[in-house]
């Protein structure tokens, strides 16, 4: 079975801080990446991908990618009241040819102001 | 920029009853997906779609469960036979080439609750 393991908070940071977000994959083979925001009630809204080891910044997120240790993060720099949300990682998990996104549980993000 | 539809946003059923779930995926994409998601648990693959057949199912997807393209604008998920534990809000997604090509994007969701 191949998992997606986040910790599920939740995470309260100050608003203003750097908040945080870690994810660890099981499939070794997997090539794609990604971090979905999810506000209670509503589908998940992509943030970031991310398919290369190293880091990739788009406005105030930073997705880190380590394949080696199997570890996926999210930085979110100057964290708004509006970030509050559960944070997905998704990894495409391939079976006989077959992709599908495989998801963590989420963890659920406070931004305190 | 184009979404992908879903209706009903709601849907109540009773227990034995059966439910389509309709999605209206991007017009020029190829490639369809369902998702669902139990209330506080995680988002989790159902079935995936392409060129009129089904690519991939899970184990969730048993013999109550089918996918259709009806009209070749549509994309249909039906439960036949509800049960308690298939309430939940079921996600629509689709692409326009294989996913490791291209993002997948949602699309709002009918949260189904069964009775």
């Known amino acids: 079975q191949k998992e997606v393991e986040q910790n599920s908070g939740p995470l309260s940071v100050p608003e203003g801080a750097i908040a945080s977000l870690n994810c660890t994959y099981s499939?070794?083979?997997?090539?794609?990446f990604f971090w979905y925001r999810q506000y209670s009630g509503k589908s998940p809204e992509l943030i970031m991908s991310?398919?290369?080891?190293g880091d990739k910044e788009d406005g105030r997120f930073t997705a880190q990618l380590n394949k080696a240790s199997q570890y996926v993060s999210l930085l979110i720099r100057d964290s708004q009241p509006s970030d509050s949300a559960t944070y997905l990682c998704?990894?495409?998990?391939?079976?006989?040819?077959?992709?599908?996104?495989?998801f963590g549980t989420g963890t659920r993000l406070t931004i305190i102001p | 920029e184009p979404e992908v539809t879903q209706t009903p946003s709601h849907q109540v059923t009773q227990m034995g009853q059966e439910v389509i779930l309709r999605c209206v995926p991007i017009?020029?994409?190829?490639?369809f997906y369902w998702y669902r998601q139990i209330l506080g648990q995680k988002v989790e693959f159902l079935v995936s779609?392409?060129?009129?057949?089904?690519?991939?199912k899970s184990e969730i997807f048993d013999d109550q469960f089918s996918v259709e393209r009806p009209d070749g604008s549509n994309f249909t998920l039906k439960i036949r036979s509800t049960k308690l534990e298939d309430s939940a809000m079921y996600f629509c997604?689709?692409?326009?080439?294989?996913?490791?090509?291209?993002?997948?994007?949602f699309g709002p969701g009918t949260r189904l609750l069964v009775l």
């Open positions: 997604a689709s692409t326009r080439r294989p996913l490791t090509q291209e993002t997948q994007y």
């Open positions: 499939d070794r083979g997997s090539q794609s």
């Open positions: 991310i398919y290369s080891n």
């Open positions: 998704a990894v495409i998990t391939v079976n006989f040819g077959n992709e599908k996104l495989t």
């Open positions: 017009s020029n994409h190829l490639y």
């Open positions: 779609f392409y060129n009129n057949e089904i690519s991939e």
